[in-house]
């Protein structure tokens, strides 16, 4: 292991998906200038990722995911890190309560707010007797000391305009947009197989449920789950007996791009979605992406241009009814419009971006 040899640090919260945050950590780490401290790992994830060789986990015991996530803080917290870096790099919202030398240069990336201080009414349901708990007891506190800490970085970045705006209103902090990278030379359009994929996390706000409840009705029409999450198990039980609606969890890079690749289009309906970046992932490879006419969403889809933007309200019958309406020939036009429109998202002009500010 050679952790410690490098310049600049990256802390990043843990690594449970294959989510758009873990990608953007990838590249930073494939530059070779970073290592790497990360709060826990499931499923083998680093090693799969190839982010070992310069890592450094706060949790390899086996205490359950929630049993982690309680003590993530905390492990941050007492992070005692005894090499100075030049530049410490947060992602995440509980890495940011790692002590950092007072003249080294701190960064945090924000990929999203935590929704159940934030945002808890609009995520969360009150028959979430744990959630509402935790929210009920502990926001107020954690929203003071999380604000507290933004203000000791030199830069606050984000992932879009809206999570910029979501910044400034809850936090009163101004923070720079920096999308983040999507790996163009990974994600090819291969052909067009008549199903979609949902390559989302499984998570609450991911409207999941209401994509299964569509195609349930609707046998003709085949999807993909990939990913997983904390709504997996749930999901797949309401699943169960419809040979239509197919999971596929946690696949190889390899195997993901060939499943993408070969579809006609994504949906990703998750609500106030910061960013994204599974929607862009879709684009990249030529297909289409059906969205939420909300949150970053509206910052990368052009209705009927490189996808198609439904109205949250009455979602289930809006998404029915495009469903019922679309063509293969349609999408299989868009696909031009899908590549070229997702190039300004590429991994250099990231990397170029956050140059500017490591230094």
Known sequence: MSFGKS????????????????????????????DLVYGFEKNNLIKKLNLNKKSLSLDQ????????????????????????????????NYSIFTKIPTHSRKIFYCHSLPKIFFEFEKFYKNTDIIKKFINFFFKEKFVKEYIKRLKKFDEILCNSIYTQKKIKK??????????????????????????????????????????????????????????????TNYLKSISKGFKNIIFKDFLSEKDYNILLGNSCATINISSKEDFGMAALEGLSAGKPAIVLNEGGYLETIKHNF?????NKNDLENQLSRLLSTL???????????????????????????????IK
């Open 170 to 231: 809850f936090c009163e902090l101004n923070a720079k947009v920096i999308y983040p990278p999507i790996q163009t030379f990974t994600f090819k359009w291969i052909s067009q197989k008549n199903y979609f994929i949902s390559n989302s996390r499984h998570e609450i706000g991911k409207n999941l449920e209401i994509i299964i409840n569509v195609f349930k009705k609707k046998p003709e029409l085949k999807i993909y789950f990939t990913s997983y999450g904390s709504q």
């Open 306 to 310: 490189n996808g198609f933007i439904i």
């Open 327 to 357: 063509k293969l020939d349609k999408l299989y036009q868009m696909k031009g419009n899908c590549i070229r429109s997702v190039k300004k998202f590429n991994e250099k002009r990231f990397l170029i971006n956050i140059n500017k500010f």
């Open 61 to 92: 015991s086996k205490k359950s995911i929630l049993h982690k996530k309680i003590l993530l803080k905390k492990n941050f917290e007492n992070l005692d890190i005894k090499k100075k870096y030049n530049c410490y790099l947060m992602s995440g």
């Open 7 to 34: 310049k600049n640090l990256i802390i990043h919260d843990y690594f449970e998906n294959f989510g758009g945050g873990e990608r953007l950590i990838k590249v930073l780490y494939n530059t070779g200038i970073f």
